[in-house]
Structures are given as C-alpha cells and as structure tokens.
C-alpha cells in the first residue's frame, strides 16, 4: 500500500542553520504531496504542497520539490529561527482509494536553538 | 474566521463510561474525519464522512463510532472506553475528496482513560 517514511527526530539547530528534513514515498498512480507543520498544542497547519512532478511547494521560506524519479519530498529552509520549531509531517493523498485519504509520516520534531 | 472546532480540549475519564467529542467546522466542507496521533505512529485515521450520511472506516476504527447528520458536524463516540485509546485526536475537514484539496484540523483533544 501507499506510505510515507520521513527522517526520524529530534532535528536540533542553531538558529540561521540550513534546514532539510527528508521525506520519500511509496504510492501508484500521481499522489499529490504535502507538508504540514503542527506548533506546540495546536492542530496541523498545511505549510505547503505539490500536485505534480517537478512542482515546487513554498511558503514562509521553506521548499519542497516533488520528484518523482527519487520519490521524494524533501522539506527545505535556508536559515531557520527559533519560531520555526515545531513537529513537521510529510503526507501524501492517496488517490487508489475512493475518499482519497491522506497518508502521514510519523512527523519530525525541529528544535532551533537561540 | 474559517475554523474547525473541537470539544473538549482535554478530558480525564475512566474505563467504560460513554464519551463523545464534537466537531464542528464552519467552511461548509464535505469531507471530514477524524484521526488520533501517537509517538512514533504520525496520524491514522479513524473515520471519515464524504457527506451527510456517508461515513466510512478509516484505518484504525475499532472501539470508535461517528455520525454525519449535518454537514457541519462530525461527532467521535467512544461507546465503551478502554486505557489503549488515551491518545490525542484530531478532527479535520476538507472542502471535497478531490486528492490535492488540503485539510484543516482542530486544535486536537487529549483524551486520557483509566
């Protein structure tokens, strides 16, 4: 079946550091990508996403290109802040299924240090 | 303000007494459902409802009932609690099942049985 596997955490930087957190994917078809940011005692937020290969997601400074070749999605910042700390999750919207459920990652917590 | 709401935040309870958490988002959306989040496990959903009337199981639906009888609203009972359901539960819509429509989730609900 369809999966997303993302790099295990804790991710801890400096503040300014360049930031990737890796995602691949496993799905048929042409699954549209996303990742979504959850900050402490808060639901998920979408961050980003892409609909089709070579796409590229962006907002608040962070980027995801979606290739296919590799199968992946791999979130990344030029120089990150404090405020950015948070748990990221990649997912991926499983078009096999009827409802088109979407598929998490296990999530990425990203601590920035002052 | 575009919002999906939760109630309760948090909830203490016991063994086998009959709880609901409610849902309600304002955005007019179709698709909604229901996941619980775990360390290590990401998301998994629970249920989900294409529209009024039309629920389905999602991945872990065992213990779990919904009901979808207007289209604002999406309940989550736990008829009979059990200690193995203290997780933390996140309700999200999305405006159809079109596959690269994003979600939007509520604040969550920590639920802890004794």
């Known amino acids: 079946g369809n999966s997303v596997t993302q790099m295990e955490g804790p991710v801890t930087l400096s503040e300014e550091a360049f930031l990737t957190i890796n995602c691949t994917y496993t799905a048929t078809g042409y699954p549209s990508l996303f990742w979504y940011v959850q900050y402490p005692g808060e639901g998920l937020q979408l961050l980003l996403k892409a609909t089709k290969a070579d796409d590229k997601g962006s907002n608040k400074g962070f980027e995801a290109t979606y290739r296919k070749e590799t199968t992946s999605f791999h979130l990344e910042k030029g120089s990150v802040q404090v405020s950015d700390s948070a748990v990221y999750f990649c997912a991926l919207s499983d078009q096999d299924s009827s409802a088109s459920k979407i598929i998490f990652g296990s999530g990425t917590r990203l601590s920035i240090r002052p | 303000e575009a919002q999906v709401t939760q109630n309760p935040r948090y909830l203490i309870t016991v063994t086998g007494k009959k709880l609901t958490v409610t849902c309600s988002q304002n955005?007019?959306?179709?698709?909604m459902s229901w996941y619980r989040q775990d360390p290590g496990l990401g998301l998994r959903q629970i249920y989900y409802s294409m529209n009024v009337e039309v629920t389905d199981k999602g991945d872990v639906p065992e213990g779990y009932k919904v009901s979808r009888k207007e289209k604002r609203n999406f309940p989550l009972i736990l008829e009979s609690p059990s200690p193995n359901q203290t997780s933390l539960y996140f309700c999200?819509?999305?405006?159809?099942?079109?596959?690269?429509?994003?979600?939007?989730f509520g604040d969550g609900t920590r639920l802890s049985i004794l």
């Open positions: 955005m007019n959306h179709e698709y």
């Open positions: 999200a819509s999305r405006i159809n099942r079109g596959s690269n429509q994003p979600q939007h």
